[in-house]
């Protein structure tokens, strides 16, 4: 069985800092890995993933996460944050092995850029 | 390309009565994802379908909880009947292929009073 922890459940940062959201995950068997972004009374999108090959992945608007195996973690970084990136983000995990695309999710972390 | 479609956004319905979600997928996904999204929480899956047929339900509450998704298209999630508990955002997501990544629909939030 896999699960995911995203231990931070808020983090507030000030416009044009940068930010690092923290997950952790763990699983018998090789996963993928994904950050999804939930914008307030929308639904989620997808933000980037990791499936194989590279394991510094990035999104179109400047978010990055690199797959670290041995730290079973895959943290979502961004150097410069917008008032736009304020969000709710989940880290999610499915099973290599079965081909399944049953997502576990974190509890989420609530990012909030301050102006 | 239109995305997942989902109806109604909201609804508030009195405890011990029924409810219906239904959610139309991206069209020619094949895999159909029911989840559902407790406040301050991560989505928890209840029911994937590959086409027609219901390869994961597992996390459905199967006494008050029943979906179907005839002609392996649109699908319907019904509560019957349902309790205050219940209350929770229910997200449809739909994937070209099994492994395919998940688009997700924007949520029917339901309350029940």
């Known amino acids: 069985a896999q699960s995911v922890t995203q231990l931070d459940s808020q983090v507030p940062v000030f416009e044009e800092a940068p930010v690092e959201l923290r997950c952790n995950y763990s699983s018998s068997v090789s996963v993928y890995l994904f950050w999804y972004v939930q914008y307030p009374n929308q639904g989620l999108q997808l933000l980037l993933k990791y499936l194989s090959g590279s394991t510094l992945v990035e999104s179109i608007n400047g978010f990055e996460a690199e797959f670290n195996k041995s730290q079973t973690s895959f943290h979502l970084r961004k150097p410069s944050v917008h008032i736009s990136d304020t969000a709710e983000y989940f880290c999610a995990v499915s099973e290599v092995q079965t081909g399944a695309n049953n997502l576990f999710f974190g509890t989420g972390t609530r990012l909030t850029v301050i102006p | 390309e239109a995305g997942v479609v989902q109806s109604p956004r909201y609804k508030i319905i009195e405890k011990k009565q029924p409810v219906a979600f239904w959610c139309n997928p991206i069209?020619?996904?094949?895999?159909l994802y029911w989840y559902l999204q407790n406040l301050g929480q991560g989505p928890e899956l209840l029911i994937r379908y590959e086409n027609e047929e219901a390869v994961d339900d597992s996390q459905l509450p199967k006494d008050r909880f029943s979906a179907e998704r005839l002609k392996g298209v649109d699908s319907t999630l019904k509560i019957q009947p349902a309790e205050l508990g219940d209350s929770a955002v229910y997200l449809c997501?739909?994937?070209?292929?099994?492994?395919?990544?998940?688009?997700f629909g924007q949520g029917t939030r339901l309350t029940v009073v």
């Open positions: 997501a739909s994937s070209p292929r099994t492994g395919g990544s998940a688009f």
């Open positions: 069209s020619g996904h094949n895999t």
